[in-house]
C-alpha cells in the first residue's frame, strides 16, 4: 500500500513535475497546516476555525507569512521559491494584489516542493516561524 501522507519523490520526479504542480500541493499543505494549528490553539467553533482559516490562507497573508520565512531559507529553497513567484497563472483573485498573489503562489510551491520530497521536519520548522508571533 502506498503512504500518501509521506510522500518523498525522487529529485527526477520532481524534475518533471512543473512549479504550478508544487504550488497545487503546497495550496492544500499550508490550509491543513493552518487548520490544524487552529484547531490546536483552541478555537472550536465551526465559524470561528473557518473566518480565521479563510484569513490566514489568502494571498495577502501568505505574502505577508513569505516575508517571515526569507531569511530562513536555504538557497535550494530560495530558489523554488522565486520559480514559483514568477510562474506565469491565469488568473489573479480580485481582492489580492499581483504582487501578493505571487507571492503566495511562491510560499505554495515551496511548501507543496518540501512535501513531496517528505521533509515534514522542515515544513513544521517553516509554518513554527510564521505562527511564533501569534501564540
Known sequence: MTDHFTPAFSDEQLR?????GFAHAGDAVYELLVRTWLCQEGRTTAATLHRETVRRVCAPAQARAMEKLLPALTEEEHAVYKRGRNAKVNSVPKNAALADYHAATGLETLFGWL?????KDRISEL????VSEEN
Do not use: D, S, T, Y
Not at 115 to 119: N, P, V, Y
Open 16 to 20: 518533471a513535475m512543473g512549479v504550478l
Open 115 to 119: 512535501w513531496l520530497r517528505g521533509e
Open 127 to 130: 509554518f513554527e516561524l510564521i
